[in-house]
């Protein structure tokens, strides 16, 4: 996969040529259609001059069908998002290399779903989720080149080309490809996603459809973190040469992959759109996903403090004495049919009956030393009844959705979602969501190589009641969240105090039985000083329980000061500053991969510390360049910076990066 990333970045280099856009107001959405139509870009029959296509004629769709449009700036916003996920990452810490799983801080930041999923979550922040995707309606082909450098060998990119051959089918075709080799030993990444979509609707658009298919792959080499923390944050320039710092795993690497098809459809029954309208729709969503956990050599090295080495079986006693190969392999099938009522009065109202089926599996069946049983599939079938109700009128936006479960999997879901748009700057938004979760399934089912990591458990259903608030002015942009968890399910060290000792590390799933509360406040405000500005935001978080379950720090905060200016005849928009970065101490949740899963500890805090990053970033016409030092205090400063126990944040590195974006 790493030469269809350069083919297509090649290809869109030599393919296509900029046209500059004039930017106008967008037009309102149309929540009716799942693709949106434009006028005409062509030129006339007596080629005059030619009609230039318009920023709301390049339309991003969500799975939703909210609408988005090409947006070719250079903001400070735009440049947190110049990352390998392409997302604001205020809220996670990331590994010191690119591409590892990032450790959460914010908690609010977790997606629920009442549906149990494969598990692994470790892996799947690189793996592109089916309500991710995005649909397009371009008036000319448009392409967006993205490049980032890594650390060390290694190059990111994200190739993606979306075309319109008539005014009412779209294709897109998209691949980011990561690779990054890291400062410490066996800590390579290399990550694929391929992505394909579709979008068509009749020209009266009675029948309309949304389509995609992915195929990803996700592979890390796991090192477990360094073996001596006092190694790593001495002042011996020896170890400032990562290589030389002593990792508890030398070969062992884990890989998710998966393949998707997914489509979304509706017809209208009545042959013209009117008042009222009735809609049959339908979403199919097939995937087959496989994680795979290898670890050819099973004992560790380990020196001590005296500088005595020892070896240990870092996760207990095997089956196997070498060549580890753990497998666990998943199928899912979702059908979701409803039928939709619309009135232009008093909005949209749909019904929708589902039918869920998995299949999560291994290739053995393991007999553990007390004689029981730990068995090779986990299959799960239920179907939901439920109702959504849409509502758009003036300065208020709503959207309803309740679903339960009709057999005998109990589970249930409500999620209410209400905006009020005082003025085009000032809104308000305000959810509350009720899920009555089944846990995922490597909770209840997992089969290793390692004795201790086989389980089969039978846990109760997580229960999380969620209200939040936002307000958006320019002034400031605040969140409140409060959070209530019931029958939390988590992950922890079991090991005996004698096998911490030894650096035995024994991981397995637990369910909590008390109620842990959670509080978020979160506020966002930049002050400007004519060509200088100051972004800042800070989150606050309170989490009442009577054990330390749920772990987060108390303050996280980003301020970054920039100046931002025009040179060169306003040919070059410039902005250059400092970012800073801190949060409190708490005890982070560890990683083990052997699960792929943060786990519950409470015998180191992490934090404390805080990085400066300074940048330049620059626009030629629909062109971004971004140059970075990021945490450059770190050439200066102690090795005290984790991102979670025996896993050190990144040190400093001079990144570049650019953002291309053709319009034919």
């Known amino acids: 996969m790493k030469h269809l990333a350069r083919s297509l970045f090649l290809f869109g280099f030599c393919l296509f040529s900029t046209l500059l856009f004039s930017q106008v107001k967008p037009a309102p959405k149309n929540n009716l259609d799942m693709n949106t139509e434009y006028s005409s870009i062509t030129d006339t029959v007596k080629k005059k001059k030619a009609k230039i296509a318009t920023i709301d004629q390049y339309k991003i769709i969500t799975l939703e069908h909210d609408t988005i449009y090409a947006d070719t700036s250079l903001t400070i916003k735009s440049a947190y998002r110049q990352n390998h996920l392409r997302k604001d990452l205020f809220g996670y810490q990331e590994f010191s290399n690119i591409g590892q799983p990032l450790n959460t801080l914010q908690y609010s930041l977790t997606n629920f779903s009442p549906y149990p999923e494969i598990g692994f979550n470790g892996k799947h922040f690189n793996y592109i989720q089916a309500d991710q995707i995005r649909y397009y309606s371009a008036a000319t082909p448009f392409t967006e080149l993205f490049f980032n450098t890594t650390i060390n060998k290694g190059q990111n990119v994200d190739s993606f080309i979306t075309l319109n051959v008539s005014k009412n089918l779209n294709f897109s075709i998209a691949y980011r490809g990561l690779r ?90 009545n042959p013209t759109s009117g008042n009222n309208n009735l809609y049959v729709t339908h979403q199919f969503n097939y995937e087959n996903k496989g994680y795979e956990y290898k670890q050819p050599t099973v004992l560790s090295t380990v020196t001590d403090s005296d500088n005595n080495s020892f070896r240990v079986a870092r996760f207990g006693d095997s089956y196997a004495a070498s060549a580890i190969n753990d497998q666990t392999k998943y199928e899912r099938l979702y059908n979701k049919a409803g039928l939709a009522y619309e009135n232009s009065l008093l909005g949209k109202f749909n019904f929708f009956i589902d039918d869920y089926r998995s299949n999560y599996k291994y290739e053995r069946l393991i007999i553990d030393s007390d004689g029981k049983a730990v068995p090779d599939n986990l299959f799960l079938q239920f179907n939901n009844v439920g109702g959504q109700y849409e509502y758009q009128k003036n300065k208020w936006n709503g959207r309803f959705l309740y679903s339960r479960s009709i057999t005998n999997q109990s589970l249930s879901d409500l999620d209410a979602k209400l905006r009020y748009d005082l003025n085009d700057k000032i809104k308000f938004d305000f959810r509350y969501r009720n899920i009555n979760k089944l846990p995922n399934n490597n909770y209840n089912l997992y089969q290793s190589s390692w004795i201790e990591y086989n389980w089969s458990n039978d846990f109760k259903n997580e229960k999380i009641n969620s209200l939040s608030a936002e307000i958006q002015t320019p002034w400031l942009t605040g969140q409140v969240q409060y959070t209530v968890l019931k029958d939390h399910l988590y992950f922890t060290d079991d090991a005996t105090d004698e096998q911490k000792a030894g650096n035995i590390q024994i991981v397995k799933p637990f369910q909590y039985g008390n109620v842990i509360n959670y509080l978020e406040i979160k506020a966002s405000r930049e002050f400007k000083f004519g060509p200088f500005a100051l972004d800042n935001t800070l989150l606050y978080q309170k989490v009442d329980q009577s054990d330390l379950i749920l772990n987060v720090p108390d303050f996280v905060t980003r301020n970054t000061f920039y100046y931002s200016g025009y040179f060169f005849k306003k040919a070059l928009y410039l902005q250059t500053g400092l970012v800073f970065n801190y949060l409190t101490k708490y005890y982070g949740d560890d990683y083990n991969p052997v699960i792929a899963e943060f786990f519950v500890q409470q015998d180191k805090k992490i934090g404390g510390f805080a990085t400066f990053d300074f940048f330049v970033n620059a626009r030629i016409r629909q ?19 984790y991102a979670a126990p025996s896993n050190p944040y990144r040190d400093f590195v001079l990144r570049f990066g650019l953002v291309w974006n053709f319009f034919q």
């Open 180 to 269: 990054s080799e890291g400062d410490y030993n066996n800590q390579l990444v290399s990550a694929g996603n391929f992505r394909f979509t579709t979008s068509y609707a009749t020209t009266s658009r009675r029948y309309a459809i949304n389509a995609h298919y992915t195929f990803q792959d996700v592979l890390n080499e796991e090192n477990g973190g360094i073996t001596n923390d006092a190694n790593f944050e001495s002042d011996n320039q020896d170890y400032k040469n990562r290589q030389r710092l002593q990792v508890y795993l030398t070969d062992a690497e884990s890989l998710l992959k998966g393949r998707r098809l997914f489509f979304d459809h509706a017809f209208r029954i």
């Open 623 to 641: 062109t971004r360049f971004y140059l970075k030092a990021e945490h450059f205090n770190a050439a200066f400063s102690q090795s005290n910076y």
